[in-house]
């Protein structure tokens, strides 16, 4: 049922929504937030998609530096010397990427993450668009029904981004060597795209470690905390990045960004690589 007020037409809210009758009710330019959001996730999501299928410039022999966006590359389509791990699978076709064994769960793990939720919620489905903005929608179910019930599979995510970002670790370590091309040897060797690699994985574990599954693992069931010490302290930590996990969420998706252009235009030989030590 509708009615006509003087604001124009009226649509009763749905169940255990607000009733705002007028547009809003807001005078300061609340659509900025979802505006800039929506620009920000859809460059990222762009840009991580053309470099994950791209296939080339994302490994530099010489300083062991490996784009976060083929971590672990365990294809066949590899470079040999960019595969840790191994090479488990054969070559694989164009629109599938070379991290197939890490980019699906880390990419389930942002669209689940309860900060990118509100974003995205708000960003492209204006649902709602802000505090205290008329939704467009007749309908609310929440997260109650598939598909979007499929988000409380957030936490166990969350378990496989903690193992990515061990090996990004590992990446970011092998990086702290040289090899000379001309013996072959390896030694200590510190460079730009090094600490860029180091600020990356920083920030990765910063994301990781303030996600609202970890804070409810690490206290969430305890009853006590006075018979919990260790636990309590753990949480306590926690909670406190947990206060900044929307800073950490987009300071992450620069740093992404950052680390695989960075090394992409060295692998290309477009730039050289800033060397500090070797």
């Known amino acids: 049922m509708t009615t006509t007020h003087d604001s124009g037409t009226y649509r009763p809210p749905a169940p255990g929504r607000p009733d705002i009758r007028q547009r809003t009710l807001r005078t300061d330019r609340w659509w900025l937030p979802p505006l800039a959001n929506a620009l920000g996730l859809a460059t990222f999501v762009v840009y991580a998609t053309i470099r994950s299928l791209w296939g080339s410039a994302y490994y530099v022999e010489e300083y062991h530096y490996l784009s976060p966006f083929y971590s672990p590359c ?6 040999p010397e960019a595969s840790h791990l191994g090479q488990w699978f054969p070559a694989l076709p164009w629109f599938l990427p ?7 769960f880390l990419l389930l793990f942002r669209l689940t993450c309860y900060y990118y939720r ?14 205290a903005v008329a939704e467009p929608h007749t309908k609310y179910t929440g997260e109650t029904r598939f598909p979007l019930i499929l988000q409380n599979a957030h936490r166990y995510f969350f378990y496989v981004a903690g193992l990515i970002s061990i090996l990004n670790t590992y990446d970011m370590v092998l990086a702290f060597q040289s090899t000379d091309p001309a013996t072959g040897q390896t030694s200590f060797g510190l460079g730009l795209g090094t600490l ?7 920030g990765l574990w910063l994301y990781t470690l303030s996600c609202h599954s970890c804070r409810h693992i690490t206290g969430g069931r305890l009853k006590h905390f006075s018979k919990h010490p260790v636990r309590y302290r753990i949480w306590t930590g926690v ?10 969420a987009w300071i992450t998706i620069g740093t992404l960004i950052l680390t695989d252009l960075y090394v992409m235009l060295v692998a290309s030989g477009t730039i050289s690589d800033l060397r500090i030590v070797n």
């Open 74 to 79: 365990v294809t066949a389509s590899c470079i």
């Open 98 to 104: 070379y991290a197939l064994v890490s980019l699906p």
């Open 118 to 131: 509100k974003s995205y919620y708000r960003a492209f489905w204006s649902s709602p668009p802000a505090c």
């Open 196 to 202: 860029i690699l180091l600020v990356n994985v920083i």
């Open 239 to 248: 909670s406190k990045l947990n206060a900044r996990h929307m800073l950490f």
